[in-house]
C-alpha cells in the first residue's frame, strides 16, 4: 500500500493545507506549496482557493504523483487576487521565474521565425525574424518549418517583386543588385519602380499572406491583360511568370482550409512518465508544419488542466492564431482568452474538432504527438538504464521486472510483475499470481514474493531472462529473492535491486538496497530514482487492481462489522485507505477523518470503539 509519509506526518500537512484553505476563502488567487528547504515546488492559481487547496487534503483521492507532491509540503503560501484574469498573469510569471518541480514546464525552448512586412520605409522589405511582434511592422506565422517559411518568401518575391536588404543597404545602392537581374525584385533603390506601384505590389503580398489567393490572382491577370492590349508584350511575360509564382504556393500544400484565419491544432498524448503536445500550424489556410514539445514535471491527469498550462505558456511568447482547435472543451476559456489578448493584442477563438477535415487534421496531429512520445521514451529512458548499469556494475539491462503483492491481512494475496523492455513498459507482458491464503499466512509479504519467483521462474510461458528484478523492499527482501534466484541457478545472469522507503515513508527519500547489503541513496531530484518509483509505482497500482477484483464479491469479516455507523461501504473505503484492521485501530480521529464518507462523529465512533476495547 502507498503510504507516502506516516499517519503523524500525513495528519501535520492536511492540517496545514486545511488551514491555508480557511485563510484563503472563497476568492481568486495563486498558492505556493514550500517544502522544509524553502524551495517552491508548485504553483497554482484557482477561482475559489479554498476548494482547490481542500481537494489536495483528500489523500487517498490523489495521484501518485500528487501525492508526492503533497509529502514535501511543508507550508503553503497564497497570494489574493481580484479576477481569474489577474490569476493566471501572476501564476504564469511565477512559473517562469521559480521554474517549480511539479509544474507543468516545457522542456522545449523553441523561438519560431516569422515572415515580416516592414511597413516603416516607403519600400517596405519583407523579412525573416525570430522574435515577438514588434509595433509598426506586419507579421506572419510563425513558421515551425524554416524551410516554407523560406520557400514562401522566395515566392512571395517571385510574385511581387518586394525587396529583402536592410535599409542600409537599400540606401547605399547606386545600381541593381542580383536580386533584380533573378527577377526577385523590382530595385525601388534605384528607381526602377515607383512608389505607388511598389505599394501596389505590397497590398498583393499582403493578400497572399493572408490567404486571399484569388484576389491577387486577378489583380496579376488584370495586369496582365492590360499590358497585352497596350502590345507590352515583355511585361505580360513577366506578369504571367509571377502569377505562376502564385499558383506555386497553393500547389505545394496537401490540405488547404477554404477561410481566411489562422489556426492551430493542438493535440496531446501521454503515458506514465512524459506529455507530449503536437501543434500543426495553418497560416492563410495553409498547413506551414508541426512541431512537438514535451512537457516535464507536471501532476496534473487531466488533459484538459494540461493542455490550458501549456497555451498559457507557448503562447506567452509567440503570437497565437486567429483559432485554436483542440478535441477538449477548456474550463478556463474566458480567462485565457482575456489573457492571451492582453499579451498579444489579438483575439483568439477555441473550437472543438468533433468531425471533418478539421477532426482529419487533429488526428493526424495526435500521430505526430505518439511518434514524438515513442520516441522520447526510448531516448529518455537511455540515460537511466546507463546510470543503473554504472550503480550495479553490469553490462547489460534490456529487461526489466519489478515485483510486488497486495492483500489485506494475507486474505486475496496476489503478486504481481510488471516489464520494461524496449525502452518502455510492456503492459502486455505483465503477470499476475493468485497466493494461497496458507503462503499468504495472514500477512508475510517475504513468502509471497517467493511465490511469485517460483511460479514466474517455473512457468514455460515466460521463457525470458531478465537482467534485473526490482523489489520493494530492503535487505530482507533482497536476500529472499536471491534465495529463489540462486535456486534456480540465475546468479550469474539476474541482478537484483531493492528500493526501501524511509522511516517517514516520503517518496523521494528511498534507499536503493544491492545484493551485498550496501545502500545508495540519490536524492529527490535524480531522474533515475523517479524511473525506478515509476517502474516500482506501475506494479503496485496493477497489483493493487488486481487484488481489488479478486475481492469484488465478498469484503472480508473483521471487527468493523460490530462498530456503530459502519456500513459495507464504509468498511470497504476504511480497508482500502489503511490496508489493515491494525492501521485502523490505531489511527488518529483525524486521520480516520481523511477516509472518503467518513465524517467526525463517524471517526470518533471508530477511535472509541477500539479504545474501549482495550
Known sequence: MILITSLEKLSEIIKTIKS????AGMKPGVYKMINSKGTII?????????????????????????KMMVSNIHRIEFILVNSELEALLLESNLIKQFKPFY????KDDKTFPYIVLDMDHDFPRIFKYRTLKPKGKNFFG??????????TIKIIQKAFLLRNCTDNYFSQRQRPCLQYFIKRCSAPCVNKINKESYAKNVILAKDLLFGKDETAREQLIKQMNEAADNLDFEKAASLRDRIKAVSEIQSKQYIQIDDLNSKDFLAIAKDLDNVVIAITFFRAGRNVGTETFILSNSIE?????????????????????SEIITELELKNETAICEFLKLKNESNVKFSIAKRGVYKRILDSCYANAKMRLKRENHNQYTSQIDELKK?????KINRIETYDNSHLQGTNACGIMVVFENGSL????????????????????????KFSLKKRFNSKHIPEIPDLLIIDGGKSQVNA?????DKFNLQNKVTILGIAKQNDRKIGDEKLVFEDGSEKTLGHESSLLSFLIMLRNEAHRTAITFHRKKRQKTLIQSELDDVPFIGKSRKKLLLEYFGSLDFIKNASIDALKMVKGIDRKTAESIYNYFREKK
Open 426 to 449: 510492456q503492459k502486455n507482458k505483465s503477470r499476475k499470481f493468485n497466493i494461497d491464503s496458507k503462503i499468504a499466512n495472514g500477512g508475510d509479504d517475504f513468502e509471497m514474493m
Open 391 to 395: 550503480i550495479l556494475n553490469i553490462s
Open 142 to 151: 510563425p513558421y515551425p518549418s524554416i524551410a516554407s517559411l523560406d520557400e
Open 103 to 106: 509544474n507543468v514546464l516545457l
Open 481 to 485: 529473492a536471491m534465495e529463489i534466484r
Open 20 to 23: 491555508a484553505a480557511n485563510d
Open 301 to 321: 491527469t487531466d488533459d484538459t488542466d494540461i493542455i490550458e498550462s501549456f497555451i498559457l505558456q507557448f503562447y506567452k511568447d509567440t503570437i497565437p492564431p
Open 42 to 66: 508548485y504553483v497554482g492559481k484557482a477561482k475559489h482557493l479554498k476548494n482547490r487547496l481542500i481537494s489536495y487534503s483528500r489523500f487517498d483521492q490523489l495521484p501518485n504523483r500528487t
